[in-house]
C-alpha cells in the first residue's frame, strides 16, 4: 500500500483500512506514504518515504528501492498523483493505480497522457467509487471499482450536548478538510440563501482555508448558523447524532462521510458534480444542482420532517457493497488473484 503523502483524509484512512483488512487476511502487508506517517500497526509494517511532489525524484528512487527489496506481489498505490511513480515501481510486479477522486471540472490532456502510460505499462487502474470509475473509463477503458470501508459504527451523540447549540436546532455536520474541494464556499452560499436559524451546520476539519472560512462565516453574519471547528475524534460522534447530512463538495470519490450519515439513517442533500452516486439514491438523499434548489429541499426538510427520505431498504442496498468480505472481493479482482 503507498499512498503520496500521510495526513488524515478519505482516502489515507481507505488505505490504511484496506491494509488492516489484508493483514486480518495473513497477508504481510507493508505502508509506504511521503513524509512522516507512524510506527506500524500490530502486523503491518510502516515506511517514511521522502515527501512527495509531482516531480519528485527522490520519493520516486526511495519507493522503487523499497519495491526492489520487498519483492512484493502487489503494489496498491492510492491516488492519481502516483502514476508516473508507480510505473517506475518494479518490472515484473502487479501495480494497483486507486483513484479517490477526480475534479470532472477540470480535464486537461497532461493527465490523461500520464494515466494512458501508466495503462500501457501494465498498471490497472481502480477506482473508490462508481462515479470516478465510470468518467475514468470512457478515457481509460477497463477500471476495477473497490468500494469503500465503512469505519466501525460509533456511539452516537448528539452535538447539541457538546456545543453551543440551541436543544430544538436542526443540526448538519460536514467533517472535511477546509480545502476548495469540500466546498465550504457553497455552503456558506446556501445557508445564507436559506436564512433560517433553525438550521445549524457544524464544520469540523483541517486544511488551509479554515481561516478564510471562518472569515466569510463572520462578515455574513452566519457565526451561529455555521460553527467551524479542529479536526475531532467525535466527528463520528456527532455525524451519527445530527439531524441530516448537506455534502457541498465540488466532488468525491465514494465518501466515507456519506456512507457514515447512510448507515446513521440520515437523509443526504448533495451539491455533488460527480462522486455522490453511491450514497445518493431515491430513498436516501437528493442531488441538488443549484443553490436555489437545495434551499427549498432544506427548506420542506425543516417545515416537514415526514418529508426527509427514509428508505431503509435503500439504504441497505447502498451500504452492502462495502462490507469487508465484500471489499476483499473487490481487492482480489483488482489485483487479479485470491485473498
Known amino acids: 500500500m503507498v499512498v503520496a503523502n500521510g495526513g488524515s483524509g478519505g482516502m489515507q484512512a481507505q488505505m ?26 500490530g502486523p503491518i509494517t510502516t515506511h517514511d518515504l521522502p515527501a512527495f511532489s509531482p516531480r519528485s525524484v527522490v520519493f520516486v528512487r526511495a519507493l522503487s528501492a523499497l519495491v526492489r527489496r520487498l519483492q512484493p506481489d502487489v503494489v496498491h498505490a492510492h491516488g492519481l498523483r502516483l502514476a508516473p511513480a508507480l510505473v517506475m515501481a ?14 470532472p471540472r477540470v480535464t486537461p490532456a497532461a493527465p490523461w497522457k500520464l494515466l494512458r ?23 481509460l477503458g477497463e477500471i476495477h471499482l473497490i468500494n469503500n470501508l465503512l469505519p466501525d459504527a460509533p456511539t452516537p451523540r448528539d452535538p447539541r450536548l457538546d456545543l453551543d447549540i440551541a436543544a430544538d436546532a436542526t443540526v448538519a455536520i460536514w467533517p472535511a478538510r477546509f ?25 469540523v476539519g483541517d486544511g488551509p482555508l479554515r481561516d478564510q472560512v471562518e472569515a466569510e462565516v ?20 456527532w455525524l451519527a447524532g445530527s439531524d441530516l447530512f448537506i455534502m457541498p463538495s465540488w466532488w ?26 453511491d450514497v445518493v439514491a431515491p430513498g436516501t438523499g437528493v442531488r441538488a444542482s443549484r443553490t436555489t434548489d437545495a434551499v427549498d429541499i432544506l427548506r420542506r426538510w425543516l417545515n416537514d420532517p415526514s418529508s426527509r427520505p427514509n428508505d431503509q431498504h435503500a439504504r441497505d442496498l447502498l451500504l452492502a457493497p ?6 476483499a472481493r473487490d481487492l482480489a479482482s483488482a489485483y487479479g488473484r485470491e485473498l
Not at 507493508?30 to 512522516?36: K, N, Q
Open 322 to 327: 462495502h462490507d469487508p468480505d465484500r471489499v
Open 117 to 139: 502510460a501508466a495503462t500501457r505499462a501494465g498498471v490497472r487502474m481502480a477506482a473508490c467509487g462508481t462515479g470516478p470509475a465510470t468518467f475514468l473509463a470512457t478515457e
Open 218 to 237: 463572520s462578515r455574513r453574519g452566519l457565526s451561529t448558523r455555521i460553527i467551524c471547528g479542529d479536526f475531532s475524534p467525535t466527528a463520528g460522534q
Open 179 to 203: 480545502s476548495e474541494q469540500k466546498g465550504h464556499s457553497r455552503l456558506i452560499e446556501l445557508v445564507a440563501a436559506l436564512d433560517d436559524p433553525r438550521l445549524v451546520v457544524l464544520c
Open 16 to 41: 490504511s483500512m484496506q491494509a488492516q483488512l489484508l493483514a486480518t487476511r495473513g497477508h504481510e502487508v507493508h505502508i509506504a506514504v511521503g513524509g512522516e506517517y507512524g510506527s506500524s500497526t
Open 90 to 103: 518494479g518490472i515484473g510486479t502487479t501495480k494497483v493505480l486507486e483513484c479517490h477522486g477526480i475534479d
Open 252 to 277: 468525491e470519490g465514494q465518501p466515507t462521510v456519506g456512507l457514515e450519515a447512510l448507515r446513521a439513517g440520515l437523509p443526504l442533500l448533495s451539491l455533488n458534480l460527480l462522486g455522490d452516486e
